[in-house]
C-alpha cells in the first residue's frame, strides 16, 4: 500500500449527507474482477448523463475540482454497501482524503485499507472547511498525517483525531496481512483451543 | 468471597469467546464462517495467489454466487452479460483452486449468501460470521456476530481466519407489545430505522430484544438483523431460544449428536445478563408500528402506508436538501398521500425477504387475484430449495395464475447487477433493503415495504394498505 504521509490538493465540496456507494460506484461496474481503473466511473450517474456526456454542474466535473485530491463531503458518507470498488474508484480518481461528520462503518475501515485518509470534524469545523472548499481561492488545503493537522489556506491549522493503529499503517503503507502473520503463532494456538471448546464449529 | 463476573451483553458474550489479542486498542478477533459471493471476492482471491498465500480454513469458507446471476431458465448457458460470465467463471475456478466449499450456479441449493448460510446450518449460534457484503448482519438472527466486510478484509480473512477489529458499541432495540393486523418483520425494521436514522446505530451493534421480536419467527427475525446495516449499525443480534434450536436442529452443516447437545448446552448461555451495560438504547412499542413504506431515496424515509408525502420543510439542517433532491428524483410532491402513488413495477425477492415465509405471504394476498394489468411484477426466490418448496406447496402456481413472472434464485433487481432493472422514472413496490438513487436501474424510483404490502400494490397496481385487502 502507498504511504500516507503529507497531502496537499483541492478540496471539493460534496454536502449532501448520506452519500452512498451506489452513488460512488454503481453496481454495473462491479463486474470487473480487477482493482484498478474505476476512477472513471466515479459518481457516474451524478457524472454523466444517459448519453454519457459530462454533466458540467457536477463539481468534479468544473475544471478546478476535477483536480481534487479531497472531498469535504456531508454526513453518513459512504453508506450502503461494502463494496471496496467505492474506495478503489475514489483512488483511481485521485481523492485521497475524505472529510466529513461521519462516515459509515464499512466504507470508514475500507478506505483505511488502500491508501485513503477518512477524516471525522466537527459540525463547526466541517462548515468552515466547506467554505474552504466552496471557494476555489480557498479550497487548496494541506493534511498532515503524522501531526494529525489540517493546514486551512489562509494559514489556520486544524487539529484532528485519528486512530493510533490505522495512522500507524496509513504512515507506514503497512499491509494488515503481514502484520497480523506475524502473530501467526498466537492465531494457531487459539484455534487449538477453540476447537477443543466448541468442536461443532 | 466469591468474584462476581462482570455483567456483559451478548455481543461482549460473542467478542470475548473469539478475541485473539488486543494490541493498542486493535483486537484480532477468529472467525467462524467466511461466506464469499462472485462481486466482492475476485480482487481478494487474486491478492492471495500474488503472495502465494493459501486459504486458511477452507472449510469454514463458503462460496456461491449470487449477486450477478441472470434469473432466467437458460442462465447457464445466457449469463445476461460478458463480463457477469468471468466473474462467475472466476468464483467457480478460485472455489476449486482453494478448496472451499462451494454451490454452483446449476446445484440446487444455490441462491442468495444470507439465505443459504441459515439453509444449510452454516450459521450457528454464538459464531463469528463474516462476508464481503453488507447484508451479512442477516445471520445476527441466531445470535451470531455477523457483518459486512470490505474485500481487502476478506482476503485478510481468507490468509488469516482472523478480522482485525475494534470493539463496537452496544445497542438495544427492545420492542414490546403485540404486532397489530398486517405488520410484518420488515415493518418493525424499517420502523426502528426511520426512528433511530441511518446514522443512528453507526459504531454499533445492535441487539434486538422484546417480546415482539421473540415472538417472530427465524425468518421474520432475519428480516429485522438484515437491515440493521441500514440503520448504520456494525451488525444486529437477536439472542438464541427455542426457535432457534429448533429451525438449526436437523440442517445439512449443523452439530448432530453429542455434538449437539454440547452446542445447546452453550448455546442456552447466550444472552445479555440483566444488568449488562448499553451504550444506547431505544424503545418501541408495537402497537404504535403500522405497515410502512419508504418514500425518499433513504432507507429512514419511512412512514405508515396511510400518512402523506413530506415536504422538506418538514426536515431541518442538511435533511431539508436531502429531501428536495429525494422528492425530485422520485417525481413525488409534498402532501400527496402515500395510497394514491401508482407503481409500475413489484419485485419481491432479496436476502431480506426471499424466504418461504414471504412467498406464503404473496401467496395469501394474491391468491385468486390478477396482477393489475400493465405491472410488471417479479417473484425471486431466495434459494434454488425455497423455489422447490415453494412450488411443493402450490405457491409458485398461485403466484405465475396471478400473473407473477417466476425467476430463478439470486439477488436480482435488489441490486440490479444483473439485466433484473428498472427503467428510468419506473416505480418499484420492492421488498429489498435499499431504496436509493438508481438501485434499481438508472433513474428507477424504490419504494421499501413487506411482502405482503407489496402483493397488495401488485394486485391494485398503487402503493395499498395491507389491511384494506
Not at chain 1, 474506495?87 to 470508514?108: E, H, Q, R, V, Y
Not at chain 1, 485513503?116 to 476555489?136: F, K, N, R
Not at chain 2, 441462491?111 to 453488507?134: A, F, K, N, R, Y
Request: charged share 25%; glycine share 8%.
Amino acid at each position: 500500500m502507498e504511504k500516507f504521509n503529507i497531502l496537499e490538493g483541492i478540496a471539493a465540496p460534496m454536502p449532501l449527507i448520506n452519500i452512498d456507494t451506489d452513488m460512488l460506484i454503481p453496481k454495473q461496474f462491479l463486474k470487473t474482477i480487477k482493482r484498478t481503473g474505476l476512477g472513471e466511473n466515479l459518481f457516474f450517474e451524478m457524472r454523466y448523463d444517459q448519453n454519457g456526456n459530462e454533466i458540467k454542474d457536477f463539481i468534479l466535473n468544473k475544471d478546478h475540482y476535477s483536480k481534487a485530491s479531497i472531498i469535504v463531503g456531508g454526513a453518513n458518507f459512504g453508506c450502503g454497501s461494502s463494496r471496496e470498488h467505492a474506495p478503489w474508484a475514489l483512488k483511481d480518481f485521485g481523492i485521497k482524503c475524505i472529510i466529513s461528520t461521519s462516515f459509515a462503518d464499512i466504507f470508514f475501515n475500507n478506505c483505511f485499507k488502500n491508501g485513503i485518509l477518512p477524516i471525522i470534524v466537527s459540525e463547526d469545523l466541517h462548515q468552515i472547511l466547506l467554505q474552504d472548499a466552496e471557494m476555489e481561492t480557498t479550497s487548496i488545503m494541506k493534511i498532515d498525517l503524522e501531526n494529525q493537522k489540517i493546514f486551512r489556506n489562509n494559514g489556520n491549522q486544524l487539529d484532528f483525531e485519528v486512530d493510533e493503529f490505522k495512522k500507524y499503517c496509513l504512515l507506514n503503507g503497512l499491509d494488515d496481512i503481514g502484520l497480523t502473520l506475524k502473530s501467526a503463532n498466537k492465531i494457531s494456538s487459539f484455534e487449538k483451543e477453540y476447537s477443543d471448546k466448541f468442536s461443532w464449529s | 468471597m466469591k468474584i462476581m463476573a462482570k455483567s456483559r451483553t451478548l455481543y461482549d458474550k460473542i467478542w470475548d469467546n473469539h478475541l485473539i489479542q488486543t494490541e493498542n486498542n486493535v483486537s484480532l478477533i477468529y472467525i467462524d464462517r467466511h461466506l464469499v459471493h462472485e462481486v466482492t471476492s475476485p480482487q481478494a482471491f487474486e491478492g492471495l495467489r500474488e503472495a502465494g498465500r493459501k486459504v486458511h480454513a477452507p472449510k469454514k469458507t463458503i462460496a456461491v454466487p449470487d449477486h450477478n446471476v441472470a434469473t432466467t431458465s437458460d442462465r447457464l448457458t445466457n449469463f445476461g452479460s460478458e463480463e457477469g460470465r468471468i466473474q462467475l467463471e472466476t468464483l467457480d475456478k478460485n472455489a476449486r483452486d482453494f478448496g472451499i466449499n462451494y454451490y454452483a450456479v446449476d446445484d440446487i441449493r444455490q441462491g442468495i449468501v444470507h439465505i443459504i448460510g441459515p439453509e444449510q446450518g452454516w450459521t450457528l449460534p454464538g459464531m463469528t460470521i463474516v462476508c464481503g457484503d453488507s447484508h451479512t448482519a442477516t445471520h445476527g438472527a441466531f445470535g451470531a456476530l455477523a457483518h459486512g466486510i470490505g474485500t481487502s478484509e476478506v482476503e485478510h480473512v481468507l490468509a488469516t481466519q482472523t478480522l482485525i477489529q475494534q470493539k463496537s458499541k452496544n445497542m438495544k432495540v427492545e420492542v414490546s407489545g403485540e404486532l397489530g393486523n398486517g405488520v410484518t418483520a420488515k415493518d418493525i425494521t424499517l420502523t426502528i430505522i426511520g426512528k433511530t436514522g441511518t446514522a443512528g446505530g453507526t459504531g454499533h451493534v445492535i441487539e434486538y430484544c422484546g417480546n415482539a421480536i421473540e415472538s417472530l419467527s427465524l425468518e421474520g427475525r432475519m428480516t429485522v438483523c438484515n437491515m440493521a446495516i441500514e440503520g448504520g449499525a456494525r451488525a444486529g443480534l437477536i439472542a438464541p431460544d427455542q426457535k432457534t434450536l429448533d429451525y438449526v436442529k436437523g440442517r445439512p452443516n449443523a452439530p448432530k449428536g453429542e455434538k449437539w447437545d454440547k452446542a445447546v448446552k452453550f448455546w442456552k448461555t447466550l444472552f445479555s445478563d440483566p444488568d449488562a451495560y448499553f451504550d444506547k438504547e431505544i424503545f418501541l412499542k408495537a402497537e404504535d408500528i403500522a405497515p410502512v413504506v419508504t418514500w425518499g431515496t433513504s432507507p429512514e424515509d419511512v412512514l405508515p402506508i396511510t400518512d402523506f408525502v413530506p415536504s422538506p420543510d418538514n426536515f431541518q439542517g442538511s435533511k431539508v436538501e436531502a429531501a428536495k433532491r429525494s422528492l425530485e428524483y422520485m417525481g413525488l410532491r409534498p402532501g400527496q398521500k402515500l395510497q394514491d402513488i401508482e407503481v409500475d413495477a413489484v419485485f419481491i425477492g432479496s436476502c431480506t425477504n426471499g424466504r418461504i415465509e414471504d412467498l406464503r405471504e404473496v401467496e395469501k394476498i394474491v391468491k385468486g387475484k390478477k396482477v393489475k394489468s400493465g405491472i410488471r411484477a417479479m417473484v425471486v426466490p431466495g434459494s434454488g430449495l425455497v423455489k422447490k418448496q415453494a412450488e411443493e406447496e402450490g405457491i409458485a402456481n398461485s403466484l405465475k395464475e396471478a400473473g407473477f413472472d417466476w425467476r430463478m434464485p439470486g439477488c436480482s433487481m435488489c441490486l440490479a447487477m444483473n439485466p433484473d432493472q428498472l427503467l428510468p422514472e419506473e416505480r418499484c413496490a420492492a421488498t429489498s433493503n435499499r431504496n436509493f438513487e438508481g438501485r434499481q436501474g438508472r433513474g428507477g424510483r424504490t419504494h421499501l415495504m413487506s411482502p405482503a404490502m407489496a402483493a397488495a400494490a401488485a394486485i391494485t397496481g398503487r402503493l395499498t394498505d395491507v389491511r384494506d385487502i
